[in-house]
């Protein structure tokens, strides 16, 4: 490990060099991919230096209980040492998580949907709980989300709604919520107050840009509509609304947010390429999944991953096992904790499996 912290220091110096360079400063491209280094080494240098500073004085109060004649200072120093140990191992589990590799597709944006399941009009109506949920959490992590089609369930919610949402690492973080969320509660259309379960898929795709994919326009069939969202005047009254068919795999993807049918077709063409890209995703994924099977799930939207009972507060990740009875916050985005657990768990897995730099 020290050998692989020494190597990452000295990058970071050559980066910390190249990072303030004028041919570099003016190429915007060179400019981000080199700061985005900068940023992933700094800190793990903070971290080894750290380790580093710690070590030292580790050895530092060994020598002094070893020489030390003064019994009082011993004592001393053994309470210091006492201390400085743990310090180092959290220090030591810490840099081994920031040595796993990290995800490339991490940093993207993503395309989100989610669709009402099993459960009718109540399974429509949590997708639109779900949406909210996500659309709280989006807006304390400081990012950007804009709706790119939704179809309404009859008695509220959503049967289908798809947006995009961009910002710092989204992918990384939004990815494990992929999967069928059950919620068990007393509908709001149900007059006989008794509890019932209902479902609701969620897929976080990552966003695909055109060198990830590349889409032959002869193997697109695209049909026009007239939108049935938001509008003003332009709804109903012109076919902005944009459908497009990607024969080869069946593929259909519809965009009506926009006024503009050209800007449909844009944003329709990218959630198309995103999910082209899910599906080659899955295939690496599932074979590395063919080797070890992964706690955590490889994000699979088939597998159920969560459980919102609302008559006991209690919300479930069946992945981890991890419970808490706190559904009001959940529900107002406070869903952090377990992304973090989740991270925790995915990290431990590539570990145990000797996955470093």
Wanted: glycine letters at 8%; aromatic letters at 6%; proline letters at 3%.
């Amino acid at each position: 490990m020290i050998d692989k912290l020494e190597a990452i220091k000295e990058r970071f110096e050559e980066v910390s060099q190249q990072i303030i360079q004028p041919e570099i400063v003016s190429d915007s491209a060179r400019y981000s991919k080199i700061s985005k280094e900068y940023k992933d080494l700094g800190r793990i240098v903070e971290y080894y230096n750290a380790y580093q500073k710690i070590q030292k004085d580790i050895a530092g109060t060994k020598e002094l209980i070893a020489t030390e004649k003064d019994e009082e200072l011993r004592e001393m120093a053994k309470e210091e040492l006492d201390e400085l140990t743990p310090k180092l191992e959290e220090l030591e589990q810490s840099i081994k998580e920031l040595l796993i590799p990290k995800d490339p597709n991490d940093s993207r944006n993503i395309i989100l949907e989610i669709r009402g399941g099993t459960g009718g009009d109540e399974a429509a109506i949590f997708a639109g709980d779900l949406f909210r949920m996500y659309q709280r959490f989006f807006e304390r992590m400081g990012w950007r989300s804009s709706i790119m089609d939704f179809t309404e369930g009859t008695n509220g919610g959503y049967k289908e709604i798809i947006c995009k949402v961009e910002g710092e690492d989204v992918y990384g973080k939004m990815k494990f919520e992929s999967g069928v969320h059950r919620v068990q509660r007393v509908p709001q259309t149900e007059s006989q107050g008794r509890i019932h379960t209902s479902a609701a898929s969620v897929a976080v795709l990552p966003e695909a840009e055109e060198v990830d994919v590349q889409i032959n326009m002869n193997d697109i069939r695209v049909d026009t509509f007239q939108s049935s969202g938001a509008g003003g005047q332009s709804v109903n009254t012109t076919y902005s609304a944009v459908r497009l068919t990607h024969i080869p795999s069946g593929l259909v993807v519809s965009c009506q947010d926009e006024r503009s049918q050209l800007k449909n077709k844009d944003r329709a063409l990218s959630v198309l390429r995103s999910r082209l890209y899910e599906i080659e995703l899955k295939k690496h994924n599932d074979a590395i999944s063919s080797q070890r099977k992964s706690m955590v799930g490889s994000g699979d939207r088939s597998d159920k991953i969560r459980t919102y009972n609302y008559p006991q507060s209690r919300i479930t990740d069946h992945r981890i096992g991890y419970t808490v009875y706190n559904l009001p916050a959940v529900m107002e985005g406070d869903i952090g904790e377990f992304i973090e657990k989740l991270r925790i768990a995915e990290n431990a897995e590539r570990m145990q499996e000797g996955e470093t730099v």
